[in-house]
């Protein structure tokens, strides 16, 4: 960012709901269905059709907007919202304006030690529109999304960069996951959201002119645009002292963000409440029902993991951060005298293999884990040997601490076979020992070396190094025959 000047941002999530059937209507909303085959005279468009609400899509709303700390209206409307698009049959979209179902939320974000709270104005209720589908003969459109049930979340102006606005979204993403209000599958649409962003003097409290960037459906995407569109404000406003209000789409190919259209304004939608559909109210016997069915969210499900398993805060940040990570690691660290050593395994190695996937997967089942994390928890196996058996592991099944005793991987303890090695490496190698009580203490490290070297690197290094430094300590550096520990 330019000396001088804040990024100011704000998000519109739209969030399909995971309902069987339509906002208004009763045609399912499976995903990926032949085109224009889920569709009625509701959803259609078509004269003569009559919307009725879906109860379950109310609900999952308040749910939603339990989660992120917001209040819930007694009284809310729909609303008729005006604009001429070819995905939207009706030429208007039923959504809420002046009483939204939720309001007055906030989402906490931890950006690694600074936390950050960001407001949520709204949520509110809404159908979806058509899809259009481009092809070299023309645009057509399949109407099968029309009506599908969203809640758009609407942010306070309180971010302030791409990364940011990216880790607001994977948080909001987990805690809607957690509540099971939508699959979130931004390939599929379920998850994507609209940028309002501008720019103005560090410090001052006043909004600048700003832009929209329209149908962002990757945490990446965000980021890159956000950057992007910063940068382009920046040099507009330094070429021609203004900014221009507009909507503009990102283009990851070209890597740069184009005009769409003149950005409107909420005057120019036109809404009024909806004629065909009723004020509707929730009652506070029906909110508190919904708040007993919240389920544990990423925040506490942190806390908890830290609190149970003696975890660090990033280590509990990552095994929250990945749908599927938690819930593996505690099925292998429940029964286990090591959780750290679990945790250390499952993000170090088996989150690594996994690659990009939303949801985590591994073919390692939790029992062999658990059976290796014990292995080297107690020091039988060193870390080097835990990760060559652990990366087998994803490849076949087997018992590691079989395969480790057949292939003579175990370490070894033993302070009687270990004192005779140190005998033999100070023996070998008197100089080194030379340096070492003169004061070159670089020479410990050779020795060490070739411990290591001659038991194959199965010794236990903690009390193999003990045991050395004790040997050198000894006058003279070779009274080391009978080397016990104290």
């Not at 999530?13 to 995971?18: G, W």
Request: proline letters at 5%.
């Amino acid at each position: 960012m330019q000396e001088g000047f804040e990024t100011v941002i704000g998000l519109e999530v739209h969030v399909e709901l995971n309902t069987a059937t339509k906002i208004f209507c009763a045609c399912p909303t499976v995903f990926g269905a032949p085109p224009n085959t889920l569709c009625c005279p509701v959803c259609a468009g078509l004269p003569g059709g009559l919307p009725s609400l879906n109860r379950a899509a109310v609900e999952k709303a308040i749910l939603a907007g339990l989660a992120l700390h917001c209040e819930i209206s007694e009284r809310c409307l729909m609303d008729r919202k005006q604009y001429f698009y070819p995905d939207l049959p009706k030429a208007y979209q039923i959504s809420q304006d002046r009483d939204p179902v939720c309001k007055n939320g906030y989402l906490d974000l931890q950006m690694g030690e600074v936390s950050r709270r960001i407001g949520i104005t709204r949520i509110h209720l809404e159908e979806d529109a058509g899809k259009l589908i481009h092809t070299e003969a023309g645009t057509l459109v399949d109407y099968n999304r029309s009506g599908v049930p969203l809640i758009e979340i609407v942010t306070e102006p309180d971010l302030r960069d791409g990364a940011e606005a990216a880790e607001f979204l994977r948080e909001l993403r987990r805690v809607l996951l957690a509540c099971g209000v939508s699959t979130c599958k931004m390939q599929e649409g379920a998850l994507r959201c609209d940028v309002n962003l501008s720019i103005r003097p560090t410090g001052v409290a006043w909004l600048g002119e700003r832009t929209e960037i329209k149908n962002l459906n990757s945490f990446t995407f965000v980021e890159k645009a956000i950057s992007l569109e910063t940068q382009r404000q920046l040099g507009e406003l330094a070429e021609t002292g203004a900014v221009r209000r507009r909507t503009v789409r990102y283009l990851p190919r070209q890597g740069r963000t184009e005009p769409m259209r003149k950005k409107v304004t909420a005057a120019e939608y036109r809404f009024f409440p909806d004629p065909d559909l009723r004020p509707f109210r929730i009652s506070p016997e029906t909110v508190e029902r919904i708040r007993a069915e919240l389920p544990e969210l990423p925040a506490q499900k942190r806390e908890r993991l830290k609190r149970d398993y003696g975890l660090s805060r990033s280590v509990a940040e990552v095994l929250v951060s990945r749908d599927g990570l938690a819930e593996y690691f505690e099925e292998t660290a429940k029964f286990c005298a090591h959780p750290v050593v679990v945790a250390n395994l499952t993000i170090n190695e088996l989150l690594a293999l996994a690659g990009e996937e939303e949801t985590f997967s591994t073919k390692v089942r939790s029992c062999r884990l658990r059976e290796l994390a014990e292995m080297a928890g107690n020091g039988e196996v060193n870390r080097a040997v835990a990760k060559r058996l652990l990366h087998r592991l994803t490849e076949s099944d087997f018992s590691p601490r079989a395969v480790a005793t057949e292939e003579a991987l175990l370490q070894i303890s033993d302070p009687v076979q270990i004192g005779a090695w140190i005998a033999s490496v100070i023996r070998e190698d008197p100089r080194s020992v030379s340096d070492y009580q003169n004061g070159r203490k670089n020479a410990f490290r050779a020795l060490q070396g070739k411990l290591m070297k001659m038991s194959g690197g199965r010794v236990e290094p903690a009390l193999a190094e003990r045991m050395l430094l004790e040997a050198l300590e000894k006058k003279g550096g070779t009274e080391c025959t009978n080397m016990l520990p104290n």
